[in-house]
Structure formats: C-alpha cells, structure tokens
C-alpha cells in the first residue's frame, strides 16, 4: 500500500532523537531546513513530508536555527532566502552593482531586496510591485519602486547590472540590461535548488552578527498573511 504524500520543504523545530552516526546536532537543539534533496538518480525529490508534526532528515540538510529569531520566522526562510541567494551568485552579483528586481514584495523578492541592499551593498536597487505595496519595498531597502500599474519596464530609464526575474517576464531585459544579454527559457527537466545545511549555517551567522531582516508570516497553509516582522540580529 502506498502512502500519501506529505507535502512541504521547509520547516523548523526541536531535534526529538538523533541516528548513532549524527555528529553535528545533540537532542533538544532547535534547527530550521529546506529538506529538499534532489540527490536521487532521476534527479527527481528525494523527500518532503514538513507539514506534519515529526519527521526524519539528514544531518546535512539541517542547520541550527538561529537564537534570535522565533520557529515561525524560521521555518519561512530556507528554500526562499536560498533562492535569493543563489540568484544573485548565479548572475554574479558584486558589491556596487546596481540590481533590477521583477517581484520585490513576493517570498523571493522581499528578501532579495534586502540581500541585494544590505549584503552586496548595491548602489541601486530598483524592484517592481502593485501600488498597494510600494512603501513596504520602498522600507526593504530598494532605492527606487517601479509602482507596474502605472508604468512600463520601457520608461525605466536606469540601466542594470543584474535583472532578478521573480516572475518570468523576458521582454524585459534588453530593455533594462547594462549591455547585451541572452534571454534562454528553462529547460524541461526540473530545476531544483538542492537544500545543502551549508548555506543555511550561512544564513544563521549573518541573521546572529548583525543587520536584519523582514520576514512576511502567514497564519497557516493557505491562509492570508499575518503580518511582517523586523528580525533584529544580536
């Protein structure tokens, strides 16, 4: 018989029992992780299940979660901060540059925003979003809000080092690129962000050392949002 799929990839809680071979974590340790692992020979996912009450994973895959933050704020960050993350090394992304943000108030974009801003220390950072949400973004660090309701990509007139499409919208970029790019479509095979605990270990010094950082909260699993809370580090 077949069992049904629990879904969900992130998650946050308190290590219940651990394997003998576990070295990185003692029980009671409060962890947080995006548990997916495409390490499987068809390149499919290898698990998810984190909407459930326990649920067992590798030690790599698992970071501790950082002291100055709650459970809740935890479990929002890993796949979304991951993808930020990587999006900006994948585009080679330098202190200085100037970045152009397509979704600065979704999951990825709130927190690219603040990375692009704050990490990389841009020298400008532009985002795009409904008028409703222009001073939120305006308050994550963008220097310029492009309000998508009242203006076209055509009468941006800055040019940008790096074009972070959140959204999928590629005409776009020769319109806003410093110089010439090429524009390709996502091939068929999936494309997954593999979870490593490495680069959430990361996340945790930078969220313990200084700065901070907004974290939109839900009520639950299909609710509405709850309402956005400032992550001040230590």
Not at 61 to 83: D, G
Not at 220 to 226: D, E, L, R, V
């Amino acid at each position: 018989m077949s069992m049904q799929v629990v879904p969900g990839c992130d998650m946050a809680g308190v290590v219940m029992e651990k394997g003998s071979g576990v070295t990185k974590f003692d029980i009671d340790d409060e962890v947080y992780a995006n548990i997916q692992d495409s390490s499987s020979e068809d390149g499919r996912l290898k698990q998810l299940g984190t909407q459930a009450e326990y649920i067992v994973v590798e030690e790599n895959l698992v970071a501790k979660k950082p002291e100055n933050i709650s459970f809740e704020e935890a479990a929002s960050l890993p796949l979304a901060v991951q993808t930020a993350m990587e999006g900006c090394k994948t585009g080679g992304f330098k202190e200085g540059q100037t970045i152009f943000e397509v979704g600065g108030a979704g999951g990825v974009g709130t927190l690219a925003v603040q990375l692009a801003k704050h990490f990389y220390e841009a020298s400008l950072v532009v985002a795009t979003t409904s008028t409703a949400k222009v001073e939120f973004v305006r308050s994550l660090g963008a220097g310029k809000v492009v309000d998508y309701t009242k203006t076209r990509y055509e009468e941006v007139e800055d040019k940008f080092d790096l074009l972070y499409d959140t959204i999928g919208y590629i005409a776009m970029y020769a319109t806003l690129a410093s110089r010439d790019v090429d524009c390709c479509l996502i091939p068929e095979s999936p494309f997954y962000l593999k979870g490593p605990g490495g680069l959430i270990d990361y996340i945790e010094k930078r969220l313990e050392e200084n700065g901070h950082m907004v974290i939109v909260i839900a009520e639950g699993a299909g609710q509405q949002i709850k309402g956005v809370g400032g992550v001040e580090y230590a």
